[in-house]
């Protein structure tokens, strides 16, 4: 090409035009070559090198510049996965009863127990949304519980069955415990919030102990016409000083409204079976409030 004048860009802008003097293309363009004078001679890519062999050039070093960053960003992600895992020091920081420095199970355990006020129910243990008859004697006159994951109001009963069990006054029990859940929890369905409740209860409620366990139901039920999950486990431990070496526990998790979700939770050691079936009882004669 050796008339001067203005030509469709060769770089390919639509609608512009880029000027060629002969010998060289312009750095600038215009979108009106009618009325645009041509630009002043400027240094810049020679005939033997046109514009558009100069822009394909540019356009493959973006593409190359590019292809290095995904890399270099691929690259600092491994990394990471390798690394924040024994920075938190487990494996995984979601995994209940973990080593790690941010634990789920912990979400709703910090601090005292929440103290929105509770309706006064005769004759009923009672969460804000859950109630069931009171339990007689052995078992204790109803307290608050600030370790259940998730649970922001936490009221139950509990039935000794071994006194000092570790030589530091501590007594292993029976249990009846129900619990509000925290709110936005990232729960999608009782099932979900049962599921993830029972192991974090593993987790928080057995120490460092070893505990094994042995789901023996898990389904879906339905309490007060609300849709709820019910998980029944054995577990199976042994814990220095502790005559039971294993414990049923029973988990089930209500839909109470939208995304309201409450628990009710049973735990009765092998060596106090007979408490079992007031378990049970206690459970068939559960409330939902919405």
Known sequence: MSIAGWYPD?????????????????????????????????????AATPYATQSRKRNTGWWIAGAIGVLVI????????RVVPTLTGGDNPWDPGGNAT?????????????TPAIPTRPGQVST???????????????????????????VGQVATDQLDYDGNGNNWVSSVILADLASGDGFSSAQNAAELSYRCILGKFYGDNTVDS??????????????????????????????????????????VSNDTYSM????????????????????KGLTVYE
């Open 128 to 154: 804000l949304h859950l109630s069931y008859p009171t339990l007689s004697t052995p078992w204790n006159s109803p307290s608050t519980d600030n370790r259940v994951p998730f649970g922001t109001v936490v």
């Open 10 to 46: 060769p770089g390919g802008q639509p609608g512009k035009f880029r000027y060629w003097n002969g010998q060289t293309w312009s750095e600038q363009v215009t979108d009106n070559p009618a009325s645009t004078p041509p630009p002043p001679l400027a240094a810049g890519p020679t």
């Open 214 to 255: 042995k789901v023996v139901t898990s389904e879906a039920r339905t309490v007060d016409g609300h849709t709820a999950w019910y998980i029944e486990g054995q577990l199976s431990f042994s814990v220095p000083g502790l005559t039971a070496t294993g414990e049923r526990v029973i988990v089930l998790v209500v839909n």
């Open 74 to 81: 691929g690259l600092v992600i491994w990394g990471l996965t």
């Open 264 to 283: 009710y939770y049973g735990s009765v050691p092998n060596t106090s079976e007979a408490r079992l079936p007031e378990v049970r009882a206690a459970l």
């Open 102 to 114: 941010f634990d789920i199970c912990d979400t709703g355990m910090t601090g005292p127990v929440s």
